[in-house]
C-alpha cells in the first residue's frame, strides 16, 4: 500500500493527531496482513520529530526493527529524511 | 495583579519584568506603563492575555497610555482579546512582513491554520519558515496536550528588522511544568521540572526511555537546540522558576548541544512571582536558519547519545 502523506496532512507534517490515525488505519492494518507499506513524502516540505514519531515509533516498538524491511519512504527531501532517520535511530537505542 | 510595561521587557533583560508582576489579588488586573516608551517581547503580552482571559473586562484597568508606541499594544490586539475599550487610535498598516497579532488557539486545527497563516504574513523563505513553523507547532502542542489549559495557547510573533529576528511567545494558564512532569518523574521543584522538561528522552506521560507512541519527549529539546544552534535567547517560566538560554558566543561549528540545559550557557532562578502555568519566549535569527539540516545532525548526535546515557543508567548489572 502507498499513503501518500501530503494528500492527508499537508505540505508541513506537524499534526500528531493526524499521523496517528495514518498509522492506527492505514500502516498497522496493511502489515498485519503482511503487506509492504510505501510512506511517500512528496510534496511534503518538512515534518516535526513529533510527527515522525506519532507515525512510526509504535510500529518500530511493536513489530521490532526488523519490520523496517516492509516499510519504505519514498521522496522525502533532506530534511525529513534525517528526521525519520533520527526517530528509527533513536527507536532501535531505546 | 500589577503588571507594569516598562520601557524595554525582551528576553535578554525580562528578569526585573517578571520580578516586578504582582499576583497578590487575582481578581483585578491593573496594567500601567512606562510614560515616555514601551517596547516589550511578543511573550510579554501573551502573558497579559492570559492573565486577562480569566477576569471580566470590567475587572482589567488599563490606565492611559501616554507613552508614544502605545499604538502597538493595540495593533497587537491586545485591548480586542481582552474585550477592552481604548481611546488609542491608531492608522491601520499593512501587518504582513510585521508581526502576527495575539491569537488564542484551542485546538488541533487551529494549530495547523494558524501556521499556515503565518508564514505568508511574515514573508518567510520556505528554509527560514521551517525553524519558525518547528517551534511553533511544537511549543503549542505542547499546551494543548500537557497544560491542561482550559483557555489554550496564547501566541504572539513579532519581526524586528534591525536584528533580522522574528520573536515569538507561547502562553499558557495551565498547570505548570512541574505538574505534567510529576506525573512520570518525581520533581521537587519547578526549576528541576523545567531542566527535565529541556532533557531529551523525557516526558511527562511515561517514565520509559524513548517516551510512549505519542511523545518522545524531544520536543523543547528541539526548540532550545534551534535557539542555540541560533545564538538566540529562550526563556521558560513556569511556577517559581525561571531558565534561560543566553546567546551563545560560538560559532556553529563549536557549538556542543548538551541533553542537560544546565550544561548551556545559562541563567536561571527560582524566586519569580508564581505563574500559574508556562510562559515561553524565543527569539529566532532568520540570518542563520539555512542551517536548520546541520542543526537536525547536531540534535540527532546529542539526542542519541543522551538517549544511551539514560539507558545505561537506568539498566544496570544487578549484582547480589
Redesign the interface.
Known amino acids: 500500500m502507498e499513503i501518500k502523506i501530503v494528500g492527508m496532512v499537508g505540505t508541513f507534517a506537524e499534526n500528531k493527531d493526524l499521523a496517528r490515525d495514518i498509522r492506527i488505519t492505514k500502516i498497522i492494518p496493511t502489515l498485519e496482513i503482511d503487506e509492504e507499506v510505501i510512506l511517500n513524502f512528496k510534496g511534503v516540505e518538512g515534518a516535526t520529530q513529533s510527527f515522525i514519531h506519532a507515525l512510526i515509533s509504535d510500529v518500530i516498538r511493536r513489530y521490532g526493527a526488523k519490520v523496517l524491511d516492509k516499510i519504505s519512504f519514498k521522496e522525502c527531501n533532506e530534511n525529513v529524511r534525517k528526521i525519520i532517520g533520527m526517530v528509527v535511530e533513536y527507536m532501535q537505542e531505546s | 495583579m500589577k503588571i507594569y510595561l516598562p520601557n524595554s521587557a525582551f528576553l535578554g533583560n525580562i528578569d526585573s519584568f517578571l520580578k516586578n508582576m504582582d499576583f497578590s489579588d487575582p481578581t483585578q488586573l491593573k496594567i500601567t506603563a512606562n510614560k515616555k516608551w514601551i517596547s516589550i517581547h511578543p511573550v510579554v503580552l501573551c502573558m497579559i492575555v492570559a492573565l486577562g482571559l480569566n477576569l471580566k473586562p470590567e475587572n482589567i484597568k488599563c490606565e492611559k497610555l501616554e507613552a508614544k508606541s502605545k499604538h502597538y499594544l493595540q495593533r497587537m490586539g491586545l485591548f480586542k482579546l481582552l474585550n477592552l475599550k481604548t481611546d488609542t487610535t491608531i492608522i491601520e498598516h499593512e501587518s504582513a512582513g510585521r508581526f502576527i497579532p495575539l491569537t488564542r488557539i484551542t485546538n488541533?486545527r487551529e494549530?495547523?491554520t494558524f501556521?499556515?497563516d503565518i508564514i505568508p504574513l511574515l514573508h518567510l523563505d520556505?528554509e527560514q519558515?521551517?525553524s519558525i513553523?518547528?517551534v511553533v507547532?511544537?511549543l503549542v502542542?505542547n499546551v494543548l496536550e500537557h497544560s491542561e489549559s482550559e483557555r489554550g495557547a496564547i501566541v504572539s510573533a513579532q519581526y524586528y528588522h534591525k536584528s533580522n529576528t522574528i520573536r515569538l511567545g507561547i502562553v499558557d494558564g495551565g498547570v505548570g511544568i512541574k505538574k505534567t512532569i510529576s506525573y512520570a518523574h518525581p520533581v521537587k521543584t519547578s526549576l528541576e521540572a523545567i531542566q527535565l522538561a529541556l532533557t531529551p528522552?523525557i516526558t511527562g506521560t511515561t517514565q520509559?526511555?524513548?517516551?510512549t507512541?505519542?511523545?518522545?519527549g524531544?520536543?523543547l529539546f528541539?526548540i532550545k537546540s534551534i535557539a542555540q544552534v541560533n545564538r538566540e535567547f529562550l526563556m521558560i517560566y513556569s511556577g517559581n522558576a525561571m531558565y534561560k538560554l543566553l546567546k551563545s558566543k560560538l560559532g556553529l561549528k563549536q557549538t556542543t548541544l548538551h541533553g542537560d540545559p544546565f550544561q548551556d550557557r545559562h541563567s536561571k532562578g527560582e524566586d519569580y512571582p508564581l505563574w500559574k502555568g508556562t510562559a515561553v519566549g524565543v527569539d529566532i535569527s532568520l540570518g542563520k536558519t539555512k542551517e536548520?539540516?546541520v542543526l537536525?545532525?547536531l540534535?540527532?548526535d546529542a539526542?542519541?547519545k543522551t538517549?544511551?546515557e539514560r539507558?545505561k543508567e537506568k539498566y544496570r548489572p544487578r549484582f547480589i
Request: charged share 20%.
Open positions: 488541533s494549530l495547523t501556521i499556515t520556505p519558515a521551517d513553523k518547528y507547532s511544537e502542542r528522552g520509559m526511555i524513548g517516551g507512541e505519542y511523545n518522545a524531544a520536543g528541539f536548520f539540516s537536525l545532525d540534535i540527532r539526542y542519541i538517549i544511551t539507558k
